[in-house]
């Protein structure tokens, strides 16, 4: 007999989501929905989850700092990419959306606030130039 399962939403200036929409995982299956252009003031990183970003409409830039020296990267992916950018545990990472977008993302493990991580940055670092697709 089909069921339902009320999953947990939020919203506010940067983002409408709907979350762990699946029951019974020991991950989290998520999507939202994100208005263009709004910068981050922070980066984040988890050091045991990995997460899972696709975008199912739109266009978004991803920073991704690395703490061993490695140059900063910025990607952008698109709806037409057909692509899954894979973090893991140790990455600093955010992102703006460059265009209203969609974004589907899947997390290793439940979120777990004591996982995250913080660090602020600033509108200058999100300019886009050179950007890696």
């Known amino acids: 007999m089909p069921q339902f399962y009320e999953y947990r939403t939020h919203s506010d ?10 029951p019974g995982m020991d991950s989290d299956f998520n999507f ?10 922070e980066l984040h990183m988890h050091k045991r989850q990995t997460d899972y970003f696709a975008i199912a409409q739109g266009k978004v830039m991803f920073r991704l700092a690395y703490e061993d020296g490695r140059p900063e990267e910025k990607i952008i992916l698109s709806d037409d990419d057909h692509k899954t950018l894979i973090i893991p545990p140790g990455v600093w990472h955010g992102y703006t959306a460059l265009e209203p977008s969609i974004m589907i993302f899947y997390l290793s493990h439940k ?23």
């Open 13 to 22: 200036h940067r983002r409408s989501g709907s979350y762990d929409i699946i």
């Open 32 to 41: 939202t929905k994100h208005p263009a252009g709004i910068i981050p003031e």
């Open 111 to 133: 979120f777990d606030p004591s996982d995250e991580f913080r660090r602020k940055t600033d509108f200058a670092e999100w300019q886009i130039g050179g950007f890696l697709k």
